[in-house]
T-cell receptor
Framework: GNSVTQMEGPVTLSEEAFLTINCTYT??????LFWYVQYPGEGLQLLLK?????DKGSNKGFEATYRKETTSFHLEKGSVQVSDSAVYFC???????????FGTGTRLLVSP | ETGVTQSPTHLIKTRGQQVTLRCSSQ?????VSWYQQALGQGPQFIFQ???????GRGNFPPRFSGLQFPNYSSELNVNALELDDSALYLC????????????????FGPGTRLTVL
């Protein structure tokens, strides 16, 4: 079946540090890949997505590239801010059916 | 444009009781999905409704049931509550058009936090 594996957190960084959160997946076919962010007390917000191999999703300084050969979709940001502190979820979905399969989430803590 | 809303925000029930959670879709959306997010875990897919019909179900027992109404709002019902049902329940809506391939973005509501004692 389909599954997503994320690096465990929390990830603790100082402001302006470089961020990488690893995500790998197992899926049949050619899934679409997503990163969602969840701020404290809130629901999930879509951060970025990629729908085919070698696509790069980007938003708010975050980037992730769909790597089919390594089945990965790592999240990166060059310079994090305190306001980026949240839980980040990697997810996949196969086309034709909208079910999202999520990883367990990675908590990011950014200190001033 | 109104986003996805859910009610109530918080709910406390006792084991064996029944609960109904509600979700209003974003305007123009025709599909609603429900997810269960246990503490410290990622959301798990419960089921999805498309145009008032169930369109797929995750690994949840039949005591989890749902409805979608003509205005595309939705309810999640859980019977015979168990302690492990304590979680954040998330609703997500999207616009699905059968003629197109690809994946449509799901917009999530803030969730209902259910505590079962």
């Amino acid at each position: 079946g389909n599954s997503v594996t994320q690096m465990e957190g929390p990830v603790t960084l100082s402001e302006e540090a470089f961020l990488t959160i690893n995500c790998t997946y197992t899926a049949t076919g050619y899934p679409s890949l997503f990163w969602y962010v969840q701020y404290p007390g809130e629901g999930l917000q879509l951060l970025l997505k990629a729908t085919k191999a070698d696509d790069k999703g980007s938003n708010k300084g975050f980037e992730a590239t769909y790597r089919k050969e390594t089945t990965s979709f790592h999240l990166e940001k060059g310079s994090v801010q305190v306001s980026d502190s949240a839980v980040y979820f990697c997810a996949l979905s196969n086309t034709g059916f909208q079910k999202l399969v999520f990883g367990t989430g990675t908590r990011l803590l950014v200190s001033p | 444009e109104t986003g996805v809303t859910q009610s109530p925000t918080h709910l406390i029930k006792t084991r064996g009781q029944q609960v109904t959670l509600r979700c209003s879709s974003q305007s123009g959306h025709n599909t609603v999905s429900w997810y269960q997010q246990a503490l410290g875990q990622g959301p798990q897919f419960i089921f999805q409704y498309y145009r008032e019909e169930e369109n797929g179900r995750g690994n949840f027992p039949p005591r989890f049931s749902g409805l979608q109404f003509p205005n595309y709002s939705s309810e999640l019902n859980v019977n015979a509550l168990e302690l492990d049902d304590s979680a954040l329940y998330l609703c997500a809506s999207s616009l699905v058009t059968r003629t197109a391939g690809g994946v449509n973005e799901q917009f999530f509501g803030p969730g209902t936090r259910l505590t079962v004692l």
